[in-house]
């Protein structure tokens, strides 16, 4: 046992430390799938528990908090935003990227703290949201955000306080500095400290104290190929600061590397006083083409030398450092990342923790075991398909879709599907989901032939967010007589290559399936969405007619089967 001082939220905290890590290796990413702009913090007080925060955008419930216990087993702790009236403007039909970006998570007697910005790009004011909580694992604990005021109008907020109990927050912008009252988020005139090193789009601050240094760690560059981390310190708060001679501490850029996009990373330390970054990084290789789990969180071991500076690892899909002993012993009913989905929706559950909606839900579109179909989760047709358009309002039309995040390179999805529809176009599916702009589709549709309905097995892909990518011509079978009136399966795998087959059965002999299409992970990466990564999920909707036949589904099955750590390597889940 020895003592140690902590000192990295700027608040001095003493405490008795066992050693107990061990050098061992592991696979990143740690937060596989959509998982960008990550921020962490230990907490002893938590049973030695790290928490992390990523990136939601449009996707609800928001502002996820991930716990582990070992930094390579992470449970999906809480949303801090599980409320439509926490951030209504959510419900805003604006352009795809934007929503809640970049947060902060920190801890401070007895209290987590999350800050975060909402971003509409109609009018560039975004907006700061300060949420608390006493328990990181229940929802239903996160506050109402305070509305933190932005004199510097920009984003990527960071919360820091200092050794007098000052609260400070860094902002992209340059990068700013306000001292602000977490109370009623009044924030002073901001005074900026460091533009970074020169390269464009300095932003993603977060500030640390230690050995008597503010340190200042930004992302630079763009979150494209050329991004990076780089640090910069200071005797004082307000300046002025020293870029670090070796900057960037963390990047792939002008590199051959597999983990690409490097940059936009979080310093903390563990319970034993090693240090760690985490970032986020783009599985693509220097070609930046084909990512469509887009940018996911990284963990890296640092070095850092009293009175010196941080010195970070490679970014590398197998690495080794001082881990924790391995403990999936985490508080909270939320799922690991990386385990299956086997979902039933029996009767008197609620929508399973990990699957998403595209924006807060119109609630009344979706059931779970509604009277005479225990064990599905109805979904009512929106007016609106997935692609939606300018005329969408969210709020009244909402989006019947319901989807979970894609995790792993490879993997296979499957739901049954019980629908009976009755008007034209009526349809119900499966979906591999960038945006509203880029969405690969497998649908049961009642097509009009010759004047007669027929239930048709429909596989068509949105592309119009990438408009140069090659696409698929769409594929239509009328769906077999021996089917009628059975349920059919739905599924979709995601093969080496990044390839996505969809296809169909009747559950009654799934063996028997009908290959509907192939499409390239091409279509969901970058485009309309370059922040954001794919989800795969259910669908159902009136196409904009008249329908209103609702669709049930049920056995939801999602299966990780391997991971991509490095061109043409694939380690098994």
Same mark, same amino acid.
């Given at each position: 046992?020895?003592?140690?001082?902590?000192?990295?939220?700027?608040?001095?905290?003493?405490?008795?430390?066992?050693?107990?890590?061990?050098?061992?290796? +592991?696979?990143?990413?740690?937060?596989?799938?959509?998982?960008?702009?990550?921020?962490?913090?230990?907490?002893?007080?938590?049973?030695?528990?790290?928490?992390?925060?990523?990136?939601?955008?449009?996707?609800?419930?928001?502002?996820?908090?991930?716990?582990?216990?070992?930094?390579?087993?992470?449970?999906?702790?809480?949303?801090?935003?599980?409320?439509?009236?926490?951030?209504?403007?959510?419900?805003?039909?604006?352009?795809?990227?934007?929503?809640?970006?970049?947060?902060?998570?920190?801890?401070?007697?007895?209290?987590? +703290?999350?800050?975060?910005?909402? &971003?509409?790009?109609?009018?560039?004011?975004?907006?700061?949201?300060?949420?608390?909580?006493?328990?990181?694992?229940?929802?239903?604990?996160?506050?109402?955000?305070?509305? *933190?005021?932005?004199?510097?109008?920009?984003?990527?907020?960071?919360?820091?306080? @200092?050794?007098?109990?000052?609260?400070?927050?860094?902002?992209?912008?340059?990068?700013?500095?306000?001292?602000?009252?977490?109370?009623?988020?009044?924030?002073?005139?901001?005074?900026?400290?460091?533009?970074?090193?020169?390269?464009?789009?300095?932003?993603?601050?977060?500030?640390? !104290?230690?050995?008597?240094?503010?340190?200042?760690?930004?992302?630079?560059?763009?979150?494209?190929?050329?991004?990076?981390?780089?640090?910069?310190?200071?005797?004082?708060?307000?300046?002025?600061?020293?870029?670090?001679?070796?900057?960037?501490?963390?990047?792939?850029?002008?590199?051959?590397?597999?983990?690409?996009?490097?940059?936009?990373?979080?310093?903390?330390?563990?319970?034993?006083?090693?240090?760690?970054?985490?970032?986020?990084?783009?599985?693509?290789?220097? @070609?930046?083409?084909?990512?469509?789990?887009?940018?996911?969180? *990284?963990? *890296?071991?640092?070095?850092?030398?009293?009175?010196?500076?941080?010195?970070?690892?490679?970014?590398?899909?197998?690495?080794?450092?001082?881990?924790?002993?391995?403990?999936?012993?985490?508080?909270?009913?939320?799922?690991?990342?990386? *385990?299956? @989905?086997?979902?039933?929706?029996?009767?008197?559950?609620?929508?399973?923790?990990?699957?998403?909606?595209?924006?807060?839900?119109?609630?009344?579109?979706?059931?779970?075991?509604?009277?005479?179909?225990?064990?599905?989760?109805?979904?009512?047709?929106?007016?609106?398909?997935?692609?939606?358009?300018?005329?969408?309002?969210?709020?009244?039309?909402?989006?019947?879709?319901?989807?979970? !995040?894609?995790?792993?390179?490879?993997?296979?999805?499957?739901?049954?599907?019980?629908?009976?529809?009755?008007?034209?176009?009526?349809?119900?599916?499966?979906?591999?989901?960038?945006?509203?702009?880029?969405?690969?589709?497998?649908?049961?549709?009642?097509?009009?032939?010759?004047?007669?309905?027929?239930?048709?097995?429909?596989?068509?892909?949105?592309?119009?967010?990438?408009?140069?990518?090659?696409?698929?011509?769409?594929?239509?079978?009328?769906?077999?007589?021996?089917?009628?009136?059975?349920? &059919?399966?739905?599924?979709?795998?995601?093969?080496?290559?990044?390839?996505?087959?969809?296809?169909?059965?009747?559950?009654?002999?799934?063996?028997?399936?009908?290959?509907?299409?192939?499409?390239?992970?091409?279509?969901?990466?970058?485009?309309?969405?370059?922040?954001?990564?794919?989800?795969?999920?259910?669908?159902?909707?009136?196409?904009?007619?008249?329908?209103?036949?609702?669709?049930?589904?049920?056995?939801?099955?999602?299966?990780?089967?391997?991971?991509?750590?490095?061109?043409?390597?694939?380690?098994?889940?």
């Amino acid at each position: 046992m020895f003592l140690r001082v902590i000192s990295t939220l700027g608040v001095a905290l003493t405490s008795w430390v066992h050693c107990s890590s061990m050098n061992r290796t +592991y696979t990143n990413p740690v937060l596989p799938g959509w998982n960008s702009d990550p921020s962490c913090a230990f907490v002893q007080e938590w049973d030695n528990t790290f928490f992390c925060t990523t990136s939601s955008f449009l996707a609800f419930p928001g502002a996820p908090v991930f716990a582990s216990k070992d930094l390579t087993n992470w449970k999906l702790a809480s949303y801090a935003l599980n409320r439509v009236d926490q951030v209504p403007e959510l419900l805003n039909n604006g352009q795809q990227s934007e929503g809640i970006w970049a947060s902060t998570i920190r801890y401070r007697n007895g209290t987590f +703290y999350l800050i975060t910005s909402y &971003i509409s790009f109609a009018v560039w004011e975004p907006k700061l949201l300060l949420f608390t909580t006493t328990d990181p694992f229940d929802n239903n604990a996160w506050s109402d955000p305070v509305r *933190v005021e932005n004199p510097a109008n920009d984003i990527d907020p960071d919360i820091f306080w @200092d050794d007098d109990g000052k609260t400070y927050m860094a902002i992209a912008a340059g990068i700013y500095i306000s001292e602000i009252d977490v109370t009623t988020g009044a924030a002073t005139e901001p005074f900026r400290v460091w533009n970074g090193t020169g390269d464009r789009n300095p932003e993603g601050p977060h500030l640390y !104290k230690k050995d008597g240094y503010y340190y200042l760690l930004i992302g630079e560059g763009g979150t494209e190929t050329n991004h990076s981390a780089t640090i910069a310190r200071s005797r004082d708060i307000h300046g002025p600061y020293e870029g670090y001679t070796k900057n960037p501490v963390l990047t792939a850029k002008n590199t051959d590397r597999y983990f690409q996009t490097v940059g936009h990373a979080d310093l903390f330390q563990d319970g034993d006083g090693n240090w760690w970054a985490v970032a986020l990084s783009t599985r693509s290789g220097p @070609d930046w083409e084909v990512y469509p789990m887009g940018r996911e969180t *990284v963990l *890296v071991p640092v070095t850092w030398e009293e009175g010196g500076w941080p010195v970070a690892d490679v970014v590398r899909g197998r690495m080794s450092g001082p881990l924790p002993p391995q403990n999936k012993d985490i508080k909270g009913g939320g799922p690991f990342v990386d *385990v299956p @989905d086997m979902i039933d929706f029996p009767p008197n559950s609620s929508i399973p923790r990990q699957l998403l909606f595209w924006r807060p839900p119109k609630t009344s579109l979706f059931a779970v075991s509604s009277p005479g179909h225990p064990n599905t989760l109805c979904i009512s047709p929106s007016r609106f398909n997935l692609t939606a358009g300018d005329n969408f309002q969210p709020a009244q039309d909402g989006l019947g879709f319901i989807a979970r !995040k894609q995790t792993a390179s490879i993997f296979e999805y499957s739901v049954d599907v019980s629908f009976k529809p009755s008007a034209v176009d009526e349809e119900a599916g499966v979906s591999v989901f960038l945006t509203q702009l880029q969405h690969i589709d497998l649908g049961i549709i009642n097509l009009a032939t010759n004047g007669t309905l027929t239930p048709t097995l429909r596989f068509r892909i949105e592309a119009s967010g990438k408009p140069n990518v090659t696409v698929p011509d769409m594929k239509v079978v009328p769906i077999p007589d021996s089917w009628q009136n059975q349920t &059919i399966r739905l599924s979709v795998k995601a093969t080496e290559g990044s390839m996505y087959t969809l296809s169909a059965a009747s559950t009654s002999n799934p063996q028997e399936s009908i290959n509907m299409g192939s499409a390239s992970a091409l279509i969901v990466s970058g485009g309309s969405g370059p922040f954001t990564g794919t989800l795969v999920g259910a669908y159902a909707t009136s196409n904009g007619g008249n329908g209103s036949t609702p669709a049930y589904f049920s056995r939801w099955r999602y299966t990780p089967l391997a991971q991509e750590i490095s061109e043409g390597e694939y380690v098994r889940v």
